[in-house]
Structures are given as C-alpha cells and as structure tokens.
C-alpha cells in the first residue's frame, strides 16, 4: 500500500476511509454534503490538495449511482421537470465565474452560510414555507439563478438547490434523483478542471480512485436508512446536515 500511496500512513489511509464512508452514509440518507464531509475531516489528516483529488472521483460515481438509481427513464424526468432551474443556473454560473476575482471567497461564504443557518434553524423550530408545484416558473428560475451565481464564485450550489427542493415538499426519493442530476453535472466539470488544473494526476488518482470503495458502501448504508423514515424524518434530517453545513461555511468564512 506505501507504494501505491506513498504520500500516506497506513494510519492515515483507513482514517481516510473511515471519513469517506460517513460521507457516503450521510450522502446516501440526504443525498449531498459528502464533498463538505470529506474536505473538512480530511483536510485535518492529509494535505488539501490530496484531499481535493480524493473527494474527485467518489463524489462524481456517486452522484450518477444516486441520478440513476430509479433508472434513466426517471432521471431525465427529473432533468425535464426541473429545466428551468438547470438552465438559469447554468447561465448564472459561467457569468459568475468570472467574477472570482472580484468577490473575496469569504465574504460569499458568509452571505450563502448565515441566511442558510437561520433559515434552516427557523424550519427545524417549525416553520415550514411551501411552494406551490405549478405556474411558479419565475420562482424557480430566480433560485436557480442564484444557485448558479453562488456556485459560479464560490463552487457552492447546494444549499440554494436543497432549500428549493425542500419547500416544493419533494418527495425524498425524487429529491435524492434531482440532487444526483444537478450535482453530477457539476461533479463532471469539476473532473475535467482538476484534470487540466494538475490536482488529479499519476500521483494523486490512485488516492481518489480508492476512496470510491468506502464512498458506495456508505452510500449503500444511507440509502437503506433512507427507505426506512418516512418523509417528516427525511425532512428533518435535511435540514439538520443543510444547517450543519451552514455552520461549516461560517466557519470557512472566519477562518479565511
């Protein structure tokens, strides 16, 4: 093993394993923050970039296992209904992306972090907003503008999706399958950018290719805890890891 991972311990590796497969459990029950798992426990342990190129390859498989597990037909459904928020948040996000420069990274993360953590607080004390499923086209576009237009500065464009996705009362499983579409189109950009950026190369894939192992058992663990609760519960513990997750990006945004 020191040869395949000559930059880790055997320590350090089932560490590492032990990480991503709670990333996968949680990731498998909600359907997102294995990514935020993963970087902020690994990021303790090993080196930032190695724990970048490690979360590259889970994080892309287990999105299309998660986009397909009710099969294609039911993906592209899920693609189909949710078009307009794709498609504003895709062109939010490349105008925005230019603005990388001009926007500190902090100050973003403190604007997506504290709106996140109140929100979700105010839900988990009761409060439950609604959308109406139909003729709201404006709504959804504005959201998925704003998805796009954070995820272009900062690469964060989950807290926006899940509180859309929250309010509407999706169903859990058609949730987790619009998660896994919208975060694995995401996933394969970040691949081919952190292939042409160096951080996946000959060193570093061996790492990231054997974190997809622990990511699935995980993900295969979540996913039977998730068939288990009922819609009130899976709700609940949405909320619970988005607010979990705004406090991670508060933090970040101190820290900076």
């Known amino acids: 093993m020191m040869s395949l991972f000559p930059m880790l311990s055997p320590e350090t590796f089932v560490i590492a394993c032990l990480v991503v497969l709670l990333a996968g459990v949680v990731k498998g029950m909600v359907g997102f923050a294995m990514p935020m798992i993963m970087i902020s426990l690994l990021g303790g342990i090993i080196s930032p970039e190695l724990a970048l190129a490690g979360l590259i390859l889970p994080t892309l498989l287990s999105n299309g296992v998660q986009a397909m597990r009710q099969g294609p037909h039911a ?27 001009v926007l500190p990274a902090e100050v973003l993360l403190l604007l997506i972090g504290v709106p996140v953590v109140l929100f979700t607080a105010m839900q988990l004390m009761g409060w439950q907003p609604r959308l109406p499923v139909r003729g709201h086209a404006w709504v959804e576009a504005s959201i998925g503008a704003f998805a796009g237009l954070v995820g272009g500065v900062s690469g964060i464009w989950g807290p926006p999706t899940i509180l859309y996705l929250t309010a509407l009362d999706t169903p859990k499983q058609e949730q987790i399958r ?15 950018a952190h292939v042409a950026s160096g951080v996946l190369r000959a060193e570093t894939l061996p790492f990231s290719m054997a974190m997809v192992v622990p990511a699935l058992l995980g993900m295969w663990i979540g996913f039977r805890i998730q068939d288990r609760i009922n819609q009130s519960v899976f709700r609940r513990a949405t909320l619970l890891v988005l607010f979990i997750a705004g406090l991670n990006l508060i933090r970040r945004s101190l820290l900076a």
Request: net charge positive.
């Open 75 to 101: 993906a592209w459904q899920s693609l189909r209904r949710f078009k307009v928020f794709l498609l504003s948040g895709f062109a939010l996000l490349v105008v925005s992306a230019q603005m990388v420069r």
């Open 178 to 192: 619009v998660q896994g579409v919208i975060y694995g189109l995401g996933a394969l950009a970040l691949f081919w």
